[in-house]
């Protein structure tokens, strides 16, 4: 059984209608990569995932570890193991480093969400150290606030803080390499690559398909919100699909 299913999901922006019809599968240990250029609606399908409103899903399901989340608000689907890298980054930038890894840590008000909907809830993912030790230029800035961090820095923190969270099953990482140089580009990836090599199953959302081919063990790709081709890495790279990605 997958880990996590969509199933012909249509999602829509007020009157805009974005997926139409997507349908991918991700089993349990699997790094898998969603490819597309900017407005196929990768966004949308991580957003979709994680229960995060607008957009709003009119049709179809979302099934993660063989229960329905569909409708599930994000604070649920967070809390029931699925982890979210967003675009942007979204760090406390007047605050340091490890203060932003020290409040990404569960509250209490979400335990309690936790224990009543039975959804698990536990020891963050990975400690403090042990991001330090796969961000090694994080451990060095420790002490310096995130706002006058690097690009790069500042993605591997968004990513570490998700990995603060209790019990990930999942991680959606929606376009991680973005604005990058290419030295950090192959940083992150290699950290990809070893967090899902300690047993973390991975949604990889990229425009950069050389880095995500490298990474991932499948692929999907979406065009004007339709998955319009799907296969192993190999496959993918065997196929012309210049007219819908970004090379």
């Known amino acids: 059984m997958s880990l996590l299913e969509l199933d012909n999901v249509h999602a829509h922006y007020g009157p805009s209608h974005i997926l139409r019809g997507v349908s991918l599968s991700i089993d349990e240990g699997?790094?898998?990569t969603?490819?597309?250029r900017n407005g196929a609606g990768k966004t949308t399908t991580v957003r979709s995932i994680a229960g995060t409103e607008p957009p709003q899903i009119r049709s179809g399901s979302v099934t993660f570890d063989g229960t329905d989340i569909t409708d599930w608000p994000?604070?649920?689907i967070a809390m029931g193991?699925?982890?979210v890298v967003p675009e942007g980054r979204r760090l406390f930038t007047e605050l340091t480093v490890e203060e932003n890894l020290e409040l990404s840590t569960i509250t209490r008000s979400w335990w309690?969400?936790?224990?009543?909907r039975g959804l698990g809830g536990g020891e963050s993912t990975m400690e403090i150290d042990e991001l330090y030790d796969l961000f090694p230029r994080l451990d060095e800035r420790r002490e310096q606030q995130a706002g006058t961090l690097s690009g790069g820095e500042q993605q591997m923190l968004?990513?570490?803080?998700?990995?603060?969270?209790?019990?990930?099953d999942l991680l959606l990482?929606?376009?991680p390499t973005e604005g990058l140089a290419p030295q950090i580009v192959t940083a992150v990836g290699d950290a990809v690559e070893e967090i899902a090599d300690g047993g973390l199953t991975v949604l990889l959302i990229e425009q950069n398909v050389r880095e995500a081919l490298r990474i991932a063990d499948r692929g999907y790709v979406l065009d004007q919100g339709d998955?319009?081709?799907?296969?192993t890495t190999e496959e993918l790279e065997d196929e012309d699909l210049d007219e819908y990605l970004v090379v």
């Open 34 to 36: 969603l490819l597309g």
């Open 74 to 76: 994000a604070d649920d």
């Open 30 to 32: 699997e790094v898998v």
């Open 227 to 231: 998955i319009v081709y799907q296969g």
């Open 81 to 83: 193991g699925i982890g």
């Open 173 to 175: 990482l929606d376009e």
């Open 158 to 168: 968004s990513i570490a803080r998700t990995l603060r969270l209790p019990d990930l």
């Open 112 to 116: 309690n969400t936790v224990r009543r």
